[in-house]
């Protein structure tokens, strides 16, 4: 007797379970894909093409710039006279946590960027979005000069690819519940 009563107590369970999920089935949009339903991928794309990214000093920032200007726009380039326009302000550095006592020498390194950006709506020449991007990226140290400098440009590379993927889920996310 108990066991049937478990077994059938487990089936209304799990018929609980999937009626719940077909309800809230249709509650969910693609952000990012096409969508027949509510067509909100291509409007999407169509948005981030409208933000010009605003040209920025050094060679990280011409880094992030590039990312994000692929993010944003698949690889078509920086749409000028956009109606958006994002400016950045960056903060690069670098933080040694750990050192060999014996050596006195680094043995890890991290790679510290920070971002603050805002988007401004040209036509009526307001800002629209403010926020903040980071990214940590940690590396081995080694005593060789040449491959530990290297070694700090590809986790910089790394950091601005991430910082730009931040930035452009955030401008999905405006754009997607602006009204």
């Given at each position: 007797?108990?066991?049937?009563?478990?077994?059938?107590?487990?089936?209304?369970?799990?018929?609980?379970?999937?009626?719940?999920?077909?309800?809230?089935?249709?509650?969910?949009?693609?952000?990012?894909?096409?969508?027949?339903?509510?067509?909100?991928?291509?409007?999407?794309?169509?948005?981030?093409?409208?933000?010009?990214?605003?040209?920025?000093?050094?060679?990280l920032g011409?880094?992030?710039?590039?990312?994000?200007?692929?993010?944003?726009?698949?690889?078509?380039?920086?749409?000028?006279?956009?109606?958006?326009?994002?400016?950045?302000?960056?903060?690069?550095?670098?933080?040694?946590?750990?050192?060999?006592?014996?050596?006195?020498?680094?043995?890890?390194?991290?790679?510290?960027?920070?971002?603050?950006?805002r988007v401004?709506?040209?036509?009526?020449?307001?800002i629209v979005?403010?926020?903040?991007?980071?990214?940590?990226?940690?590396?081995?140290?080694?005593?060789?000069?040449?491959?530990?400098?290297?070694?700090?440009?590809?986790?910089?590379?790394?950091?601005?690819?991430?910082?730009?993927?931040?930035?452009?889920?955030?401008?999905?996310?405006?754009?997607?519940?602006?009204?």
């Amino acid at each position: 007797m108990w066991l049937r009563n478990s077994t059938i107590s487990k089936a209304w369970r799990g018929a609980a379970v999937l009626l719940l999920a077909a309800s809230l089935g249709g509650c969910f949009q693609p952000m990012y894909g096409q969508s027949t339903l509510f067509g909100a991928g291509a409007k999407l794309r169509d948005d981030l093409r409208q933000v010009e990214i605003l040209e920025i000093d050094g060679r990280l920032g011409q880094e992030i710039r590039n990312d994000l200007i692929f993010e944003l726009t698949g690889g078509k380039g920086n749409p000028v006279g956009a109606p958006y326009q994002l400016a950045m302000t960056i903060t690069s550095a670098s933080q040694t946590p750990l050192v060999d006592v014996a050596s006195g020498r680094a043995t890890s390194e991290t790679v510290v960027l920070d971002v603050t950006y805002r988007v401004l709506e040209v036509g009526t020449n307001r800002i629209v979005l403010t926020e903040k991007a980071l990214a940590r990226i940690s590396i081995d140290r080694t005593q060789q000069r040449f491959a530990g400098m290297r070694a700090v440009r590809d986790a910089q590379n790394r950091a601005a690819k991430l910082v730009a993927e931040q930035i452009r889920s955030r401008l999905a996310s405006y754009f997607l519940t602006r009204t």
